[in-house]
């Protein structure tokens, strides 16, 4: 079984929609990162979690740890066409506790949305 | 400020050819990572290079090598290419065991083996 669990594996929405994506690991996650991805592109940082309850927002999407570490979530308010893409969770296996960050990810197999307008 | 650069960005080699692709950093990182993205799955870790040495590796034979030279920058090397070699190749740079890093990513290499 994969070590990152991401749901859904897909998502089609409407324009103007609010939608969430989950990210669940086997294990703790000391560093959770959340990247976007145009079919055949490279990965665009979004964020980046380190601590239990931590809540990130930038612009229409907010990310969070969950206090246990073991999930994340992905929501997006509003949602509009240029949201579409692939969405991926990486969890730095390689990082501790105390933030410090080796760089080795592991990903979830992504979450493709399409928003329709 | 240019971010992660790869090249080529696209690549056609035939079987048991052997392939080289490359990859400058952020300005101010020091570490380069290079995954492997099959078609509808999440980028692979194939190994990291930190001061000009490998320094993690994932489960990837030995046909997949790389180098880091002393401004960072890095090649991928692959030996003896198979059809299932095919992939995405996305290289992302950072900052070695410093709090709070962050990963950045390349636009990655399209690599075809035919």
């Known amino acids: 079984s994969q070590e990152l669990e991401q749901s859904p594996q897909s998502l089609i929405v409407q324009e103007g929609k609010n939608l969430t994506i989950n990210c669940t690991s086997s294990?703790?996650?000391?560093?959770l990162y959340w990247y976007k991805q145009k079919y055949g592109e490279g990965l665009i940082f979004l964020m980046m979690?380190?601590?239990?309850?931590e809540e990130k927002s930038h612009e229409k999407i907010t990310a969070k740890l969950d206090e246990k570490k073991q999930q994340s979530s992905l929501h997006i308010t509003a949602s509009q066409p240029s949201h579409a893409g692939i969405y991926l969770c990486?969890?730095?296996?390689?990082?501790?506790?105390?933030?410090?960050?080796?760089?080795?990810?592991?990903f979830g197999q992504g979450t493709i949305l399409t928003v329709h307008p | 400020d240019a971010g992660v650069t790869q090249s080529p960005t696209h690549l056609i080699k035939t079987r048991g050819q052997q392939v080289t692709l490359r990859c400058s950093p952020k300005?101010?990182?020091?570490?380069v990572s290079w995954y492997q993205q099959a078609l509808g799955q999440g980028p692979q870790f194939i190994f990291q290079?930190?001061?000009?040495?490998?320094?993690q590796r994932g489960n990837f034979p030995d046909r997949f090598s790389g180098h880091q030279f002393p401004n960072y920058s890095s090649e991928l090397n692959v030996n003896a290419l198979l059809l299932g070699d095919s992939a995405l190749y996305l290289c992302?740079?950072?900052?070695?065991?410093?709090?709070?890093?962050?990963?950045?990513f390349g636009q990655g290499t399209r690599l075809t083996v035919v």
């Open positions: 979690l380190q601590k239990g309850g």
């Open positions: 300005s101010g990182h020091d570490t």
């Open positions: 294990k703790t996650l000391y560093g």
């Open positions: 992302a740079s950072s900052l070695l065991g410093k709090p709070n890093t962050e990963a950045f």
């Open positions: 990486g969890a730095d296996r390689t990082s501790n506790a105390g933030g410090t960050s080796y760089g080795k990810l592991t």
């Open positions: 290079y930190y001061e000009e040495e490998e320094r």
